[in-house]
């Protein structure tokens, strides 16, 4: 599956053992901004589907909070050694996703979402009870 079309500067693939994933339709130079995508705050405890799905989407919002990213915002797959990183802009209610280090066309984009194995297997565990 791929939805890359001519000049497109992302587009998303399928990924052995990820799902999809965002991958860079051109170059991008480090520092630069890749996305800025819209966030859905969510309330506190998130609503969510029986099977939990959600969860695996979510960033981490304001103190307590979760959040939804619009865009490729939540398809962006985790590393722990990332060549982009993301910054929440809570006042204007998005995130951005810009290069920590020089992409190529082609590159998968790559994020640390600040959880550990042990951090997202709690995650994605049935709620006690």
């Known amino acids: 599956m791929s939805s890359v079309s001519s000049g497109s500067a992302l587009y998303i693939r ?11 339709g051109r170059d991008y130079h480090r520092g630069e901004v890749i996305e800025v995508c819209p966030v859905i705050p ?7 589907d029986p099977g939990r799905v ?12 979760r959040a939804i990213a619009l865009g490729y915002g939540s398809l962006y ?3 722990a050694s990332p060549n982009a990183r993301f910054t929440p802009r809570e006042s204007r209610t998005d995130i951005v996703i ?5 992409i190529t066309a082609g590159e998968q984009i790559m994020i640390d979402y600040g959880w550990d194995e ?9 709620p006690p009870g």
Do not use: C, I, Q
């Open 118 to 126: 042990a951090d997202f297997a709690a995650l994605l565990s049935p």
């Open 42 to 48: 969510l309330p506190d405890p998130a609503p969510t």
């Open 98 to 102: 810009r290069a920590m280090r020089d």
């Open 77 to 79: 797959n985790h590393s």
């Open 54 to 65: 959600l969860e695996r989407y979510v960033f981490w919002w304001g103190e307590n909070g």
């Open 14 to 24: 399928k990924v052995r053992g990820m799902g999809r994933g965002v991958f860079a």
